[in-house]
């Protein structure tokens, strides 16, 4: 069985349990059959394109780890309209007159950068006395969600959208954050500090973990892998998860002690968390304390010594 990531270009339209399908379907369409284990590493919604790793095999044991990790977005603010969806596909419940210009935009943005406490939008995937919060929300209930900690790592206008003095209809954004950050929050956010309200009308995801554009495939690429094309050509290794990590390399003798869940002592590494590997092939992540390496999830792969 194949092992590794299929990072999805997701467009319009389509949500993320629906691109997991349509990559099991190719699989099963080149010969995989249907026992492959496939996951995605963070939803992306069906009204938002971009990234979207999909982990195959052992990789999925990663997904976790990709949810938790930082992200990059492009996204558009009509401003004078919020919906109750906080995007295009929801009804108007606000208007203003207010048109900020970008001198203005540039002016709040610091106040969105750092350390933020929003409040996650009611048509989200959030639970509620265990319940979705959208479900509740489309039964007409209203919704009270917690605020709830982020970070908003850098936050600037898309370098074209500069220049311009006169009041705006909408801006686009670039933003990078930390997991659990609903950029349809920020938007809502954004347009009440300048004065006005605002809905997101586009919401691209450029960057999830160590993925970005350059290593996406559309989906009509995917689809070619159905049709015969070879899967190598679309599949990264299960190890291009963990570019942004230390490499651990291990004798024979401990990586026999690794897959074994044995604890390695004396290593001369920092602490933290580290990708054991037994020359190309990866046998684990591992945790370093005081010398100590500690196995915190096996990958069982060939190759790896016994």
């Known amino acids: 069985m194949p092992h590794g990531w299929i990072i999805l270009d997701k467009p319009?339209?389509?949500g993320s349990t629906q691109a997991v399908a349509a990559v099991k379907r190719n699989l099963?369409?080149?010969g995989y059959g249907k026992k492959a284990k496939v996951g995605h590493g963070g939803t992306l919604d069906p009204l938002a394109s971009g990234i979207l790793p999909i982990a195959i095999g052992e990789a999925t044991k990663l997904t976790g780890r990709m949810l938790d990790a930082s992200k990059a977005?492009?996204?558009t603010v009509r401003?004078?309209?919020q919906t109750d969806?906080?995007?295009a596909e929801g009804a108007v419940i606000e208007t203003s007159d207010v048109r900020p210009t970008l001198a203005d935009i540039e002016a709040v943005l610091p106040r969105f950068t750092g350390p933020v406490e929003q409040v996650p939008p009611a048509y989200s995937a959030l639970k509620v006395d265990g319940q979705r919060a959208y479900d509740l929300a489309r039964a007409g209930e209203d919704v009270a969600l917690k605020t709830r900690a982020v970070t908003i790592h850098a936050l600037t206008l898309r370098p074209d959208e500069a220049g311009s003095s006169t009041p705006?209809?909408?801006a686009t954004l670039l933003a990078d954050v930390s997991k659990g950050t609903y950029i349809r929050s920020l938007a809502r956010d954004i347009a009440h500090a300048l004065g006005t309200c605002g809905t997101v009308t586009m919401l691209r995801r450029t960057r999830a973990g160590p993925f970005d554009l350059s290593h996406a495939i559309s989906l009509d690429k995917l689809n070619e892998v159905g049709k015969g094309a070879p899967l190598e050509q679309v599949l990264l290794p299960l190890e291009a998860g963990l570019d942004d990590i230390p490499a651990l390399d291990l004798d024979p003798e401990q990586a026999r002690a690794v897959r074994q869940g044995r604890v390695l002592t004396g290593?001369?590494?920092d602490d933290g968390l580290h990708f054991a590997r037994y020359g190309k092939v990866p046998v684990a992540l591992v945790e370093i304390a005081g010398g100590d390496a500690r196995v915190v999830r096996g990958f069982n792969l060939s190759d790896v010594a016994e």
Do not use: K
């Open 79 to 81: 401003f004078g309209e």
């Open 73 to 75: 977005y492009a996204f």
């Open 12 to 14: 319009v339209g389509l």
């Open 267 to 269: 290593m001369p590494h």
């Open 28 to 30: 099963r369409e080149a």
């Open 85 to 87: 969806t906080l995007d």
């Open 168 to 170: 705006l209809e909408a």
